[in-house]
């Protein structure tokens, strides 16, 4: 994998693993990542390709986001007024036409499938 690929992904990853929207089987899959292209002599593609696998699986699309942020699980989840505030942000992505949630951990892992040629490109790319 070229340099500035490696650099990109590395910096997607970590964005991964500091949002507090991350699932554990995303902040899971990439540590995996990092602990992967650690080793020296190590599988970088075979490890992105695991990335990418286990990123793609368990998207969260913009209709389920409405989904949920508009449920009674959702407001007691987020609280109503920050479940209300979602849902008119999730509303307005999807009129503009976004395919996914924007949170800070959905961001980089749609951001790492298009570039990777994984996904077509959300609003926001």
């Not at 075979?46 to 989904?67: E, K, M």
Request: net charge negative.
């Amino acid at each position: 994998m070229e340099k500035q690929l490696f650099d990109y992904t590395s910096a997607k990853v970590d964005e991964m693993l500091a949002a507090p929207s991350a699932s554990e089987a995303t902040k899971r899959a990439a540590q995996a990542w990092k602990d992967a292209v650690a080793v020296e002599g190590a599988d970088v593609e075979a490890a992105t390709d695991a990335l990418l696998d286990a990123i793609s699986a368990h998207q969260t699309t913009i209709d389920n986001l409405i989904g949920f942020v508009g449920s009674d699980t959702g407001k007691q989840f987020f609280g109503e007024e920050v479940a209300r505030q979602m849902l008119e942000h999730a509303e307005k992505r999807k009129a503009a036409g976004a395919k996914f949630c924007d949170c800070a951990a959905c961001r980089p892992c749609h951001e790492l499938l298009h570039k990777f040629g994984r996904e077509e490109a959300d609003v926001y790319l």
